[in-house]
């Protein structure tokens, strides 16, 4: 037999942003499954202590960090508070973000701040403030959660798109600063998934139908299909893997 710890995360921390819910809860859930313990990040206390309930339901070690992670004051502090109370941060889930749908030219400057603040500036200030623990340490893995929106674009959606492109290059951009220092920084970008921000269009059948044709899978993809992509990407088996965008989509991104 082979050494089966490649993918084991046992004594590992995992901070995951935007925990709450939908993807950022299912990463936790499966990381924790996979042995890390996990620290839960969000903005609002109630949600957040469901989900750590749920997780402790499971059987996994999970606390919760309350801070906004639009704001680099408080991820500085936020980060600085579970390195000291909790202790090292071995593994950062950069899930946080949000989704505005508007015609382009329509498209307000409030949700274009809005968009920019919480899916380019967070992976910013929470990859730099967890990274500056990491690289003393010389190791640690980050995941930036991406999108097939990195690639592609939709009607209304534009200045998604361009987080997430963005997204995508800054990825690489910590990988070339940071590998030689011992870190892992990837990005994992799912495709269409049945979430609460895609709820909607979930329940839209044209919508659904189009989605179907056009994916070779043939279906929305579900939240658990993420969880073995977020593991080999936090663990020793992704150890040579940097600045890679893996795509989980079913396949969307690899046919016309």
Known sequence: MRDNTLFSLAGKRALVTGA????????????????????LNGRTREPLEAARMVLDGDGIEAVT????????????????????????????????????????????????DALIATNLNAVFFVGQAVAQHMLPRKQGKIVNICSVQSELARPGIAPYTATKGAVKNLTKGMATDWARH????????????????NENLVADKDFTKWLCQRTPAGRWGRVDEL????????SEASSFVNGHILMVDGGLTSSV
């Open 65 to 112: 960090a309350r801070f906004d992670v639009t704001d680099q004051d408080a991820v500085i502090a936020g980060v600085e508070a579970i390195e000291r109370d909790h202790g090292p941060i071995d593994i950062l889930i950069n899930n946080a973000g949000i989704q505005r749908r508007a015609p382009l030219e329509q498209f307000s400057r409030k949700d274009w």
């Open 20 to 39: 709450s819910r939908g993807i950022g809860l299912a990463l936790a859930r499966g990381l924790g499954q996979y042995g890390a313990k996990i620290v």
């Open 182 to 197: 011992g870190l892992q920084v990837n990005g994992l970008a799912p495709g269409y998934f049945q979430t609460e921000m």
């Open 227 to 234: 969880v073995g992509a977020a593991v080999f990407l936090s």
